[in-house]
């Protein structure tokens, strides 16, 4: 389910069975690294999309935490860390952020909820079909991860 208001008011009809809550992760830079950084968040949006088709009535996709790529470590872990204290405490029992930025393969440990990292693929110059083609692939490969995280918790 997306954050838009006819999502939200399905996901209240039925909140015993959403207990999973993704949060896409979108560094923001305008240093030397803006088209890297742009890149990034693009491709974890798209793909937001589509994950978010694919598990609807299942997981609820939150809007993206943007942060400033120049933020110290400290305070990046910190501010994540208020969210997963938030989300946990409303009763999700699955938190997944979902990111291109290999900084948050660094401070995973630190992390309570899971997180799912795929290198950004250049989608400015591919053309819409092939686009939607390649982010379905990249959908259908997080479903055998989502399906066994399930699973485990059972």
């Known amino acids: ?26 560094p923001v830079s305008l240093g030397n690294d803006v088209k890297q950084s742009v890149a990034m968040s693009e491709f ?5 999309i589509q994950l978010e088709r694919q598990f609807r009535g299942r997981l609820i996709m939150l809007p993206g935490f943007s ?11 910190s501010d994540l860390k ?5 989300l946990y405490a409303k009763d999700f029992t699955h938190v ?5 930025d290999s900084f948050w393969k660094a401070v995973e440990n630190k992390l309570d909820g899971g997180l799912i990292w795929l ?19 990249q ?12 699973q485990s918790a059972e």
């Open 1 to 26: 389910m997306k954050w838009v208001s006819q999502d939200i008011e399905m996901y209240l009809k039925s909140k015993e069975y959403v207990d999973t809550i993704v949060l896409p992760l979108l």
């Open 44 to 48: 974890i949006s798209l793909l937001s």
């Open 67 to 77: 942060y400033l790529k120049g933020n110290s470590e400290d305070k990046l872990v």
């Open 82 to 86: 208020e969210w997963e204290k938030e």
């Open 96 to 100: 997944f952020y979902l990111t291109s």
């Open 119 to 137: 290198p950004s693929l250049p989608l400015e110059h591919m053309d819409e079909n092939y686009r939607t083609s390649i982010l379905e692939d």
């Open 139 to 150: 959908v259908k490969q997080l479903l055998s991860l989502f399906l066994q995280k399930w």
